[in-house]
């Protein structure tokens, strides 16, 4: 049947024009003004969007709404469908004489104009580095669960996962992650106002307001957003006035379920001078953290970084490579970039024996040399005073007397050291952080209880201090 025998047209426009009045107006304008009636049959209206990510929503959200309404008002049982339209369907839309689409056209180049004005102002002030996205980013067993739960709020922002915090060390792609949150969101809903920020940032903006007597306009900047993405939230600890403002943020955007995602370079638990009420906002959603990646994970990413920078190097120097840096997608980057550059000004081709040379000390290892010295001397330290060597304590063998030293030495590590325990993992033969936990908890609880055996952990305590001094 043609649209002409069964329009629902003048329903559709009742109906459009009824949940207009139940919704908010930014929810409505965001979603239904990307919706377009295009055609019906008998019982069936079928409705256009520009993208299958518009219509997936739109049905998740919506589409029993729709249903009902239109079959109230029609009195049938309606049945809605929906498809990707291309520009000129949805600029049509249903059949309209030619004055009318005329009209319409014009409106139409003048709204599209005004909105790409919008659009890029909002991606202006959103701060992100528009070089960052999902397409862009490896997925390695280490990482494959943050970023999954990255594109599903990217996909769906403030329905599920919020807030949502990605920790990890320093390197790993927490960045990379949280800006392709924002990109995506801009890119597929440019409606929506996102604002990414380091808590340093934040931090020095409320600084500011407040010595500018413009604390509201701080407050209406991040509070009125619709996607509110933090990096470094480890940044906080011990600034009480700026918590306290985060705080009163958080609520504000929780309750009206805007969407919120942060950083930290380690998990909530381990972060100090953060006050309760405020760490617990940042575990009430989703924590996912993000490990430093295996071998086949570094060699994927060394292969699609040289894919970027249009390069090429021997299998052996990428082998060498990922074999040593193991700390960090950072410092692989960093160890590729020199050997290009090198390539790319001399005009040759680069041996393997002249990037080893090259390199030198690995970035893996100048990096964190001081911090690699400092877990592997209390390994040594408490290595030798129960006579067990350091492959043993980082080795996976359980006999209690190994297990003990190990967790003694994991206590001493965190309790020393600035290490996050997902570090302090790393290094003890790559354990996973709620190893390091356990076994913090287990030497804490068994130090109140026999006092021979806290003496003996002061001691090394003591030992380990005055190496480090």
Not at 12 to 37: A, C, D, G, H, M
Not at 132 to 142: E, K, Q, R
Not at 200 to 210: D, G, H, V
Not at 267 to 283: A, G, V, Y
Request: hydrophobic share 35%.
């Amino acid at each position: 049947m043609s649209d002409g025998q069964h329009s629902y047209y003048e329903f559709w426009k009742e109906t459009v024009s009824r949940i207009k009045q139940t919704l908010p107006e930014q929810e409505y304008n965001t979603w239904f003004n990307r919706l377009t009636y295009l055609r019906s049959e008998k019982g069936k209206v079928i409705l256009g969007g520009a993208s299958q990510f518009i219509l997936d929503t739109v049905v998740s959200r919506y589409r029993e709404l729709l249903v009902n309404t239109l079959s109230e008002l029609t009195g049938e049982e309606l049945t809605v469908q929906f498809e990707v339209a291309s520009r000129d369907e949805l600029e049509q839309g249903p059949e309209i004489d030619q004055e009318e689409r005329e009209v319409s056209s014009r409106k139409s180049e003048a709204k599209r104009a005004i909105s790409a004005q919008k659009n890029a102002k909002n991606r202006a002030e959103s701060n992100l580095n528009p070089s960052y996205d999902f397409s862009s980013f490896v997925i390695g067993d280490n990482s494959a669960f943050a970023y999954n739960a990255s594109l599903a709020i990217a996909k769906n922002p403030g329905s599920s996962y919020n807030p949502c915090l990605i920790y990890g060390g320093v390197g790993l792609g927490k960045t990379h992650l949280l800006s392709s949150i924002g990109n995506y969101i801009l890119d597929n809903t440019p409606e929506l106002k996102v604002m990414y920020v380091t808590a340093e940032m934040f931090t020095n903006e409320f600084i500011e307001s407040i010595g500018s007597q413009r604390t509201q306009h701080f407050k209406n900047k991040f509070r009125k957003v619709d996607v509110l993405l933090i990096d470094d939230i480890h940044f906080l600890q011990g600034k009480d006035s700026t918590q306290e403002e985060l705080f009163h943020t958080f609520n504000n955007l929780y309750d009206a379920k805007k969407q919120m995602v942060f950083t930290c370079d380690r998990p909530i638990s381990e972060l100090k001078n953060i006050t309760d009420r405020l760490s617990s906002r940042f575990e009430r959603g989703l924590n996912v953290d993000l490990q430093p990646p295996n071998y086949e994970t570094r060699m994927a990413i060394l292969k699609k970084k040289l894919f970027q920078k249009n390069a090429s190097m021997s299998e052996e120097i990428l082998n060498y490579i990922a074999t040593n840096v193991v700390t960090n997608v950072r410092d692989l980057e960093s160890s590729l970039t020199k050997l290009v550059a090198y390539s790319e000004l001399l005009d040759q081709e680069v041996s393997f024996e002249k990037a080893k040379e090259l390199l030198g000390v690995l970035p893996a290892h100048a990096a964190n040399a001081s911090q690699t010295l400092s877990i592997d001397t209390i390994i040594k330290v408490v290595g030798q005073y129960f006579n067990i060597s350091s492959f043993e304590i980082k080795g996976k063998k359980k006999n209690k007397s190994i297990v003990q030293p190990r967790q003694i030495a994991m206590y001493l590590a965190r309790d020393i050291t600035d290490f996050s325990t997902t570090e302090i993992g790393t290094e003890f033969g790559g354990r996973d952080h709620t190893t390091v936990m356990h076994s913090y908890d287990r030497v804490e609880s068994m130090m109140k209880a026999d006092e021979a055996f806290t003496n003996t952990v002061l001691k090394l305590k003591r030992d380990l201090t005055t190496i480090k001094s």
